[in-house]
């Protein structure tokens, strides 16, 4: 997977350890690691003929699912931010840094399997780290 070199925990233990603006920020590297490898594959997926319609439309709706949620974590973090919940650390980090593993030869050489199970893995992580992140921020919804 194209995210493999990105460090991130494994474990709620070891999640729920991390401070709050490292694990928005990690969340947000990871969000933004994925955007090119969508387009790609959104790209590659339009020259098979043999697929149907709704599979096409399926990669487009996963593709701005990622990019609204990546926006929505960024208002969030602005709101945290403002708050004082977080420093003003995180301004433009994610944004660059992801940017820069976003698409690397593996990431376009992989099959779609691999790319779907990639992405499915990276999801579930970015899933459990919001779940940690809310709870932490909001203790009254008793996580």
Partial sequence: CHTSGMLTPNGKEYVQKIP???L???ILKLLQAWKEPLSHFNQHIEHHQELPDDSLSKAKQISNM???LK????KVTEKMQSMGIISNSLN???SSEGTSLSMSNEANMMSDS???HCFRRDSNKVQSYLKILKCRIM???SC
């Fill in 20 to 22: 709050r603006e490292e």
């Fill in 24 to 26: 928005t920020h990690l």
């Fill in 66 to 68: 990622v990019h609204e």
């Fill in 71 to 74: 926006t929505g974590v960024e």
């Fill in 92 to 94: 433009g980090m994610a």
């Fill in 114 to 116: 691999d790319f779907i």
């Fill in 139 to 141: 203790p009254e919804n």
